[in-house]
């Protein structure tokens, strides 16, 4: 019934003929991607590129061997139906339409790709009773079985060892690039900065509900502000720190969870214990911020540590003694 009302076939009420010519279609598509995502690799990881330009390959030789199955079998007009045509076919993520995805995303979606195909063929290959039938989706998959080993075969070829650990740096250089290093910034700004304004409101009124409304349009912001000038300052073409949106998100999320983190506290009415627990996130927030550094920054932990700490053990008693005069 919901097949109908989609206007979708059903898997089951296709003929063999149409079961045919929906793997010759399902071939083109995954070829098409797989230059989409070589096109879009080639400049900086070759290597990979020419993986998925052979994996391309692979694809229009299944193609035209389906082609050939189909002209000896039906004659020479391939009906047109596609994935979109039939209820409960696997679809495709359009993720090859979006800029700057990450080597291993697209590394992920390759292997996701030809597993799926070759598992929903072994599954419609089980629920058939006639034998011409069975044979093809068990061909079908079998096929997509032999994509992967071709794709392990062309990576063995094009992907040594220090071509797979060149680009692999390159890869995580990005992500350092895009989301660790703006979210840093964020992170510190919205830690740190927000602790003058937040802790300077708590000690001079010495009221909750007070302090959480500042602190939480302090921590929210911060967060706008930061988001906006790090997508607004660099569009990522030069310095290729990469898509400025991405690096918006990064760094405006981060400053507002840095702020809201020792603002969200005040919830509690009791005044000394939110405070207790905002000192105890505050110290959470900044041996954190510390680890960052030393993980993907490279910077020594006990200078990170020290950096961090005492900045932020500055801000906060500047805040302190503010709110206190």
Request: no cysteine; hydrophobic share 45%.
């Amino acid at each position: 019934m919901l097949s109908s009302l989609t206007n979708r076939r059903r898997f089951s009420d296709l003929s063999e003929q149409e079961i045919l010519a929906l793997a010759i279609s399902s071939e083109e598509d995954d070829g098409r991607i797989y230059r989409s995502y070589a096109q879009g690799l080639r400049g900086e990881f070759p290597g990979s590129a020419a993986v998925f330009d052979g994996m391309a390959a692979e694809e229009d030789t299944h193609r035209q061997r389906l082609i050939d199955l189909h002209r000896a079998r039906f004659g020479e007009v391939i009906p047109l139906i596609r994935r979109e045509h039939v209820a409960g076919f696997y679809a495709r993520r359009p993720v090859w339409l979006t800029q700057n995805l990450s080597l291993q995303t697209i590394r992920g979606e390759a292997a996701a790709m030809e597993a799926q195909a070759e598992r929903f063929y072994l599954k419609a290959a089980e629920r058939t009773t006639d034998a011409a039938t069975r044979k093809l989706l068990g061909d079908l998959a079998a096929a997509e079985a032999g994509h992967e080993k071709a794709a392990q075969g062309l990576e063995a070829a094009h992907l040594t060892g220090d071509v797979k650990a060149d680009e692999d740096r390159s890869a995580h250089r990005q992500f350092v690039l895009t989301w660790v290093q703006p979210g840093l910034a964020g992170l510190m700004d919205g830690s740190v900065s927000t602790l003058a304004p937040i802790f300077a409101t708590a000690f001079a009124t010495q009221d909750s509900h007070t302090t959480l409304l500042v602190g939480t349009a302090a921590a929210v912001g911060a967060g706008i502000s930061m988001g906006f000038t790090e997508a607004a300052h660099d569009d990522g073409v030069l310095s290729g720190r990469g898509s400025p949106f991405k690096r918006g998100v990064a760094s405006g999320v981060m400053t507002a969870l840095g702020g809201l983190g020792h603002a969200l506290p005040y919830l509690l009415s009791d005044f000394w214990t939110a405070t207790a627990l905002a000192v105890v996130v505050v110290f959470v927030e900044l041996w954190a911020i510390a680890w960052i550094q030393n993980k993907y920054m490279e910077t020594p932990f006990l200078r990170a540590a020290l950096q961090v700490v005492l900045g932020g053990a500055l801000v906060f008693a500047a805040g302190v003694l503010i709110g206190g005069g």
